[in-house]
Nanobody, 124 residues
Framework: QVQLVESGGGLVQAGGSLRLSCAAS????????MGWFRQAPGKEREFVAA????????YYTNSVKGRFTISRENAKNTVSLQMNSVKPEDTAVYYC?????????????????WGHGTQVTVSS
């Protein structure tokens, strides 16, 4: 079992920055690829970014490339999402997820464990 707790959400103006963090507890953190997803009201949960077990490989959805950066610290059991140049369309509840395996994943179904989410609101 892996428990995930997100933090760092809030209200930010368009063009600003926000850093989300996810603290993991439970089984060996480095055995899991980690991902960030988001869900806006009335929409399906969508992939944002993912990182492999070592942090050496990352992947982003096109809409956040060059603006968001995912990183992890296995010694501290944490994964972060640095969000720069945010836009109103980034407004959503952001979820941290863990999927067993060494590579990163894009599909929601590939992740076994999920946090409860943190709200990010970007004002125009």
């Amino acid at each position: 079992q892996v428990q995930l707790v997100e933090s760092g959400g809030g209200l930010v103006q368009a063009g600003g920055s926000l850093r989300l963090s996810c603290a993991a507890s439970g089984r060996t953190f480095s055995s899991y690829a980690m991902g960030w997803f988001r869900q806006a009201p009335g929409k399906e949960r969508e992939f944002v970014a993912a990182i492999n077990w070592s942090g050496g490989s990352t992947y982003y959805t096109n809409s956040v490339k060059g603006r968001f950066t995912i990183s992890r610290e296995n010694a501290k059991n944490t994964v972060s999402l640095q969000m720069n140049s945010v836009k109103p369309e980034d407004t959503a509840v952001y979820y941290c997820a863990a999927g067993y395996g060494r590579s990163w994943y894009v599909q929601v179904s590939a992740y076994e464990y999920w946090g409860h989410g943190t709200q990010v609101t970007v004002s125009s």
